[in-house]
């Protein structure tokens, strides 16, 4: 009787750990620095999808800061003879979306986003 050849007994989950045991310890830390940033990068996605666009709205750019997102958007006021009824939206304007609870809350901001907001938040996929 044959023995089954471990490579064929392992999942793939397996022969990675398996291959990365092989690595050096720098190459161990560059994969780390790559596997958090893309984590990372993951994450910001997840919390974006969860913040629907609002009705009457446009979303022009979107930047994260850890949990909270910033939108900047377009914004239909609702009134029948407005400009923004032909297309032409007000704006645009920042907001920022972050949960409380179980609860997604938004808070206007403004024309202008703070700097040190600015700088401390990363593009997101909007």
């Known amino acids: 009787?044959?023995?089954?050849?471990?490579?064929?007994?392992?999942?793939?989950r397996e022969e990675l750990q398996q291959q990365?045991?092989?690595l050096s310890?720098?190459?161990?830390e560059i994969l780390l620095g790559w596997l958090?940033?893309?984590?990372k990068e993951e994450k910001q996605q997840a919390v974006?999808?969860?913040?629907?666009v609002k009705k009457g709205r446009?979303?022009?750019q979107t930047l994260q800061s850890g949990t909270t997102l910033y939108r900047l958007e377009g914004v239909k006021c609702g009134k029948k003879k407005c400009k923004c009824a032909r297309g032409q939206l007000h704006g645009p304007y920042w907001y920022a979306?972050?949960?409380k609870g179980k609860k997604m809350t938004s808070t206007y901001i403004g024309k202008?986003?703070?700097?040190?907001?600015?700088?401390?938040?990363?593009p997101s996929e909007a």
């Open 1 to 12: 009787m044959a023995t089954p050849n471990l490579q064929e007994t392992l999942s793939p």
């Open 20 to 22: 990365i045991l092989k």
């Open 25 to 28: 310890l720098k190459d161990k």
């Open 36 to 39: 958090k940033a893309t984590i």
């Open 48 to 52: 974006a999808a969860q913040v629907p």
């Open 58 to 60: 446009e979303v022009v």
């Open 97 to 99: 979306y972050h949960w």
């Open 112 to 122: 202008k986003l703070d700097e040190a907001i600015a700088l401390a938040a990363e």
